[in-house]
């Protein structure tokens, strides 16, 4: 058989295939974002300030978008279905591993392994309000052991109805592009995120940015030699493309400062329970699952770029909204900023996506909704890094010292460090408004309304 399309036992088992391969989606993607409604609880647990707990979030990102270009080459010369199960296994190891409570350093390599076996989107933003349910009637470490169960039934299922496969390229990997590209990547952020706790000018946080820029640096140089380079950068010369997946980038970064904070705001600042807080947080899913389909109906019929536009526009007032919230707030408020920011990402995200592919020839569209996948990610763990320096600068300067913790009985230090926070997040939202009016502009207007 040369397609699965003309083998009649995989056509038989199309909706079997589809659900495990599902299952491991959704888990994979909702580990990026489950973890955040239990930084408080997790930061308290284990003794450790705010900024050392979001590392447990921000080290699953950074190994994903360090291995995720990576593993789309893995797969096309493999089989995807032989990388896709040692992925499963992997990932349910790390799950198991995640929830033994030993300490902050074992929490972290138990989340490399995980994000090694995650290929990463609906469990990405389902996950704080998940994660509320299991908090309210279980520690913790159940986050990350409820994927052992289900990996273990998706196992068995994949192995019951995933067919073999049957195109592989057995092309030769860049091993030398993946390495530099992954030392640029990890170093970058890590620098980051220590240049937080010890200040951005001391050695460390300096010396890692210096070798994520060399690693960088070289990379596009090997990259240009390769014949079968990890990111073929030819296609950014597209500029439409190109600016719609800065466009992406900004808004998933935008999405990220959300996560970051508001679940400190509402268990911290407000002193709700992480079940209450993960319920109210549960209001941007919700939202995603009703205009999803609106947005995919209305596509064809007010075109991509309405939707994209009025989107953004939502999610630019959303981020104005969340400036305004302190301690005092009615939760009434913050459900109705949360509901608007939900339906802007519903009518931006599948919109985008289809501006995105459309942009470039058939030729390229695997290593477009590559690099649309990675964009997503890096966007993640990108606005986790920005949003926790931005807060952590804040408090200080309001506090009057170095801050990096939720300052117990200072709630005001925290509405100070949001506000300016969230108008960083506006900022992100403004501008990729700006790239989309630029961007229909450059296409030759928005297209007409059927």
């Not at 349910?92 to 995980?114: E, P, Y």
Request: proline content about 4%; some cysteine; charged content about 10%.
């Amino acid at each position: 058989m040369n397609s699965y399309q003309e083998n009649p036992v995989v056509q038989q088992r199309k909706w079997w295939i589809l659900i495990a391969v599902s299952m491991f989606t959704f888990m994979s993607t909702l580990d990026g974002s489950i973890v955040n409604i239990a930084l408080p609880t997790i930061s308290s647990d284990m003794g450790v300030p705010m900024n050392q707990a979001e590392w447990v979030v921000s080290v699953y990102l950074m190994i994903v978008c360090a291995c995720l270009l990576l593993f789309g080459k893995v797969g096309d010369s493999w089989g995807k279905i032989k990388v896709f199960r040692l992925g499963m296994l992997i990932f349910i190891i790390g799950s198991l591993l995640c929830g033994f409570n030993h300490s902050l350093a074992f929490l972290l390599f138990a989340r490399v392994v995980q994000a090694i076996g995650a290929f990463v989107s609906l469990g990405s933003i389902a996950g704080p309000g998940l994660g509320g349910v299991i908090l309210a009637h279980f520690s913790w470490p159940f986050i990350f052991w409820i994927n052992v169960p289900v990996g273990i039934l998706t196992m068995i299922a994949g192995e019951k109805v995933l067919p073999k496969d049957i195109t592989m390229s057995h092309d030769s990997i860049d091993k030398n592009g993946f390495v530099l590209f992954s030392i640029a990547i990890i170093s970058f952020f890590g620098g980051i995120f220590l240049g937080q706790e010890r200040g951005f000018l001391t050695w460390l946080p300096l010396l890692l940015v210096g070798i994520a820029l060399v690693a960088f640096i070289v990379f596009l140089r090997v990259e240009a030699r390769v014949s079968k380079p990890l990111i073929t950068f030819g296609i950014f010369r597209n500029k439409i493309f190109t600016m719609s997946l800065i466009t992406a980038l900004l808004i998933f970064s935008a999405n990220f400062f959300v996560n970051v904070v508001i679940p400190f705001y509402l268990q911290s600042a407000r002193g709700l329970t992480p079940s209450v807080a993960g319920m109210l947080m549960m209001v941007f899913p919700l939202m995603m699952v009703i205009g999803s389909p609106l947005s995919g109906y209305l596509t064809d019929r007010v075109g991509p770029e309405n939707l994209v536009l009025a989107g953004l526009a939502l999610l630019s007032i959303t981020q104005l909204m969340y400036m305004f919230m302190n301690q005092h707030t009615p939760i009434w408020y913050y459900v109705i900023a949360t509901a608007i920011m939900g339906l802007g990402n519903s009518l931006f995200q599948s919109p985008n996506n289809t501006m995105v592919m459309s942009s470039v020839t058939k030729e390229n569209l695997g290593v477009a909704g590559s690099l649309n996948s990675f964009a997503r990610n890096l966007g993640m763990v990108l606005g986790i890094s920005l949003a926790t320096t931005i807060l952590y600068a804040a408090m200080s300067q309001a506090y009057g010292k170095h801050v990096t913790t939720y300052i117990a009985g200072r709630a005001d230090i925290f509405a100070y460090g949001m506000k300016i926070t969230f108008f960083g997040a506006f900022l992100l939202c403004i501008t990729a408004l700006f790239l989309t009016v630029w961007r229909i502009y450059k296409q030759g207007g928005r297209k007409k309304t059927l």
